[in-house]
Structures are given as C-alpha cells and as structure tokens.
C-alpha cells in the first residue's frame, strides 16, 4: 500500500517561486535551451522541498516537484514572450 502524498501545490509553490526568483541566471538558460540548466533547476526543486518537508520525497513526489517546476518555468518564459 502507498502512502498519500503530503506534498502539495500549496507546499511546493512558495519554495519553488523563490528558487524562480533567486536563479534567473538559470531560468534564462534553461529558456535558451542552455544543457545542464533544467537538470540544476529540477534538483534545487526536489532539494527544497526535502528540505522543507525535512525527509527525502517518494518517486510520485519527486516527479510532482519536477512537473510543478516545470509549470513554474513555462509561466515565467509566456510572460516573457520567450524573446530567446
């Protein structure tokens, strides 16, 4: 039997908006398509939200970080009209 998920949008949200902010630098590479920005991205995801939660994530939850990630970096390059 697998356990419920206990991360959440509501939790994963705010960590991930700050790791947007603080790591454009990434996300302008990552729009420009540069290797390894995704990877730095995806991992400072599931290691903020291992931090927060204070225990490493299950494989659904890791792969909720990395899609939520992803949505958070697909809104930020439509706002910018993906000028790269």
């Known amino acids: 039997m ?3 998920l206990s991360v959440t949008n509501e939790i994963i949200d705010p960590l991930l908006a700050d790791l947007v902010t603080g790591n454009q630098d990434k996300v302008v590479g990552w729009m ?3 290797p390894g920005a995704w990877g ?3 991992g400072q995801a599931v290691y903020a939200v291992r931090t927060h939660v204070g225990r490493s994530l299950g494989d659904m939850e890791r792969r909720l970080v990395w899609s939520r990630m992803w949505w958070w ?3 930020v390059k439509a706002r910018t009209n993906n000028p790269f």
Do not use: M, R, V
Request: negative net charge; proline residues 8%.
């Open 73 to 75: 970096l697909e809104q």
């Open 32 to 34: 420009k398509g540069e």
């Open 40 to 42: 730095f991205l995806a």
């Open 2 to 4: 697998t356990e419920p």
